[in-house]
T-cell receptor
Framework: GEDVEQSLFLSVREGDSSVINCTYT??????LYWYKQEPGAGLQLLTYIFSNMDMKQDQRLTVLLNKKDKHLSLRIADTQTGDSAIYFCAENTDKLIFGTGTRLQVFP | DAGITQSPRHKVTETGTPVTLRCHQT?????MYWYRQDPGHGLRLIHY???????DKGEVSDGYSVSRSKTEDFLLTLESATSSQTSVYFC??????????????FGEGSWLTVV
């Protein structure tokens, strides 16, 4: 079956690193994504990683993929208050399956 | 912004009434999608379209129908709204289909309350 799981909530201090975790079940996923949703808005694609990669870095964002454990993580370096949002991971086989979202709260 | 307009943005309707949500895009993307977002469920695909008059069901299609008579417009209809259809509805577009790594762009959402 297809299931993507995330922890519901993460709270970090401004300037620290945030790590948001995700587990998925479909080993045939070709792409895995991270989306950001700010209050009252739609989802914005942050980054994605192809299944034959282990890591992808994009400025403050680092994505790690452990295919053996079907585990995906998003690390945000130097977290800012503007990073406060809900973060969704999604796996992509023949359709896009979203996790339930992790609400990141950044406090001063 | 990806050039996606959803209307209405907010609507309150009564149980049993029909409701149509509209998604309009200016990007000429082939694929269009309707998702619903509910607490604890993330986003779930209702229906999608891969061209004019070409549509298919998603994982939560019961109680919904769609139509796409023009490339730029994708309509979602609730024939007889129920309280379980209270949700936030998102339209999305992409140039190629899911599974290709192509970016999927989302609209701003339509908040629907069925009382």
């Amino acid at each position: 079956g297809e299931d993507v799981e995330q922890s519901l909530f993460l709270s970090v201090r401004e300037g620290d690193s945030s790590v948001i975790n995700c587990t998925y079940t479909d080993s045939s996923s070709t792409y895995l994504y991270w989306y950001k949703q700010e209050p009252g808005a739609g989802l914005q694609l942050l980054t994605y990683i192809f299944s034959n990669m282990d890591m992808k870095q994009d400025q403050r964002l680092t994505v790690l993929l452990n295919k053996k454990d079907k585990h995906l993580s998003l690390r945000i370096a130097d977290t800012q208050t503007g990073d406060s949002a809900i973060y969704f991971c999604a796996e992509n086989t023949d359709k896009l399956i979203f996790g339930t979202g992790t609400r990141l709260q950044v406090f001063p | 912004d990806a050039g996606i307009t959803q209307s209405p943005r907010h609507k309150v309707t009564e149980t049993g009434t029909p409701v149509t949500l509209r998604c309009h895009q200016t990007e000429n993307h082939r694929y269009m999608y309707w998702y619903r977002q509910d607490p604890g469920h993330g986003l779930r695909l209702i229906h999608y379209s891969y061209g004019v008059k070409d549509t298919d069901k998603g994982e939560v299609s019961d109680g919904y129908s769609v139509s796409r008579s023009k490339t730029e417009d994708f309509l979602l209809t609730l024939e007889s709204a129920t309280s379980s259809q209270t949700s936030v509805y998102f339209c999305a577009i992409s140039q190629t289909g899911q599974g290709t790594g192509n970016t999927i762009y989302f609209g701003e959402g339509s908040w629907l309350t069925v009382v």
